[in-house]
């Protein structure tokens, strides 16, 4: 109940789900403007959305939102989005960073149909900004958007 949606990814979902989906690029034309998503290493899916929005609770948990970089570990994020399971490897850590890469490639485009405040603007950003993996210590820091977490305060 922490997190939301801003109200224009309620209506521009920034996942797709098709989970067979091979697309990188994805758009919505309306009479006023279009919508765009665009990410090289395959649009963002269900599971990437939960990496999200766990990162995101964390970042709201932490008090974090107003310098939008948060640290963990991969182990962290295993343990709580895999919680299901007993045991969880290298293959869970490759695809948590698998879903960090989606995240900090998204292109996310409005042409004129973002609502911000009291009227439509256009509007370009990407969620994540950039992250950092110390191979040695598994300290993981993760630099979200200021624009993105912005618009979801």
Same mark, same amino acid.
């Given at each position: 109940k922490m #997190?939301k949606e801003? #109200?224009?990814?309620?209506?521009? @979902?920034? &996942?797709?789900i $098709?989970r !067979?989906? /091979?697309?990188?690029r &994805? *758009? +919505?034309?309306?009479p006023?403007?279009?919508?765009?998503? #665009?990410? @090289?290493?395959?649009? @963002?899916k269900?599971?990437d959305? #939960?990496?999200?929005y766990?990162l995101?609770h /964390?970042l709201?948990?932490? !008090? *974090?939102?107003?310098?939008?970089?948060l640290t963990t570990n991969?182990? =962290?994020?295993?343990? *709580?989005?895999?919680?299901?399971? /007993?045991?969880?490897?290298t293959?869970?850590? !490759?695809?948590?960073m698998?879903?960090?890469k989606? &995240?900090?490639s998204?292109?996310?485009?409005?042409?004129? +149909?973002?609502?911000?405040? $009291? =009227?439509y603007?256009? /509007?370009s950003?990407? +969620?994540?900004d950039?992250y950092?993996?110390k191979?040695?210590?598994?300290?993981?820091s993760?630099k979200f958007?200021?624009?993105?977490? !912005?618009?979801?305060?």
């Amino acid at each position: 109940k922490m #997190i939301k949606e801003d #109200i224009n990814f309620l209506e521009y @979902p920034n &996942w797709v789900i $098709d989970r !067979k989906n /091979k697309a990188t690029r &994805w *758009n +919505i034309k309306k009479p006023n403007g279009e919508y765009e998503i #665009i990410s @090289p290493f395959g649009l @963002p899916k269900h599971f990437d959305k #939960i990496i999200l929005y766990f990162l995101l609770h /964390k970042l709201y948990r932490e !008090k *974090n939102l107003d310098s939008y970089l948060l640290t963990t570990n991969r182990y =962290e994020i295993a343990k *709580n989005v895999f919680s299901f399971e /007993k045991d969880f490897g290298t293959n869970r850590y !490759k695809r948590i960073m698998n879903a960090l890469k989606k &995240w900090n490639s998204v292109s996310i485009n409005f042409e004129g +149909i973002f609502y911000e405040g $009291d =009227e439509y603007t256009v /509007k370009s950003f990407h +969620i994540v900004d950039e992250y950092t993996l110390k191979v040695a210590s598994g300290e993981l820091s993760i630099k979200f958007n200021e624009s993105y977490v !912005k618009q979801l305060k």
